[in-house]
T-cell receptor
Framework: DAGVIQSPRHEVTEMGQEVTLRCKPI?????LFWYRQTMMRGLELLIY????????DSGMPEDRFSAKMPNASFSTLKIQPSEPRDSAVYFC??????????FGNGTRLTVT | AQSVTQPDIHITVSEGASLELRCNYS??????LFWYVQSPGQGLQLLLK??????LVQGIKGFEAEFKRSQSSFNLRKPSVHWSDAAEYFC???????????FGGGTRVLVKP
């Protein structure tokens, strides 16, 4: 099993630029989660999907953040425009049937 | 709303010594409980989980955890730590009827030779 695959592993961008983070969940999993990890706030759930449909996006911090899941094997998290306070590690996780999450290795985003 | 508290931010333990990490949760009923481990630069890996039944749960890498309803706790233990156990450990709680996990702030474990 390949596990959850995230790309890129590292992203450095300038303030105001658009950033797109990508995730491929484990094949057959029906839930997909996006988390953000920072020193100050720890792990925060941003949004999750069930069968490609967004279920809860209450954790998305602002309208600058958007997430899509066009099919069962791919999801994106987009930040436009990016700001320095968006610097964090972004994790994608997937699960079969709910709460037992399998995490990717994360994307470390730095916005200068 | 559910919440999780990990009282210890850092713990230093000697290799071969025992380890116990504390986790307290707030939830109205019996929640689903998890422990994850995160090595530097890596994602979170599931160590063990509790849904129901036997309150002593065995996990991977020699870890175990005990659910104590009266204390709202789910502490993680390992009898003898190895240098490779140095990592950050996260406790998490989930609602049986929901699909959202709430994570604690994490405990960073340092292992002395």
């Amino acid at each position: 099993d390949a596990g959850v695959i995230q790309s890129p592993r590292h992203e450095v961008t300038e303030m105001g630029q658009e950033v797109t983070l990508r995730c491929k969940p484990i094949s057959g999993h029906d839930y997909l989660f996006w988390y953000r990890q920072t020193m100050m706030r720890g792990l925060e759930l941003l949004i999750y999907f069930n069968n490609n449909v967004p279920i809860d996006d209450s954790g998305m911090p602002e309208d600058r953040f958007s997430a899509k899941m066009p099919n069962a094997s791919f999801s994106t998290l987009k930040i436009q425009p990016s700001e320095p306070r968006d610097s964090a590690v972004y994790f994608c996780a997937s699960s079969l049937g709910g709460l037992t999450l399998h995490f990717g290795n994360g994307t470390r985003l730095t916005v200068t | 709303a559910q919440s999780v508290t990990q009282p210890d931010i850092h713990i230093t333990v000697s290799e071969g010594a025992s380890l116990e990490l504390r986790c307290n949760y707030s939830y109205g009923a019996t929640p689903y409980l998890f422990w994850y481990v995160q090595s530097p630069g890596q994602g979170l890996q599931l160590l063990l989980k509790y849904f129901s039944g036997d309150t002593l749960v065995q996990g991977i890498k020699g870890f175990e955890a005990e659910f104590k309803r009266s204390q709202s706790s789910f502490n993680l233990r390992k009898p003898s730590v190895h240098w490779s156990d140095a990592a950050e450990y996260f406790c998490a709680v989930g609602e049986p009827a929901g699909n959202k996990l709430t994570f604690g702030g994490g405990t960073r474990v340092l292992v002395k030779p």
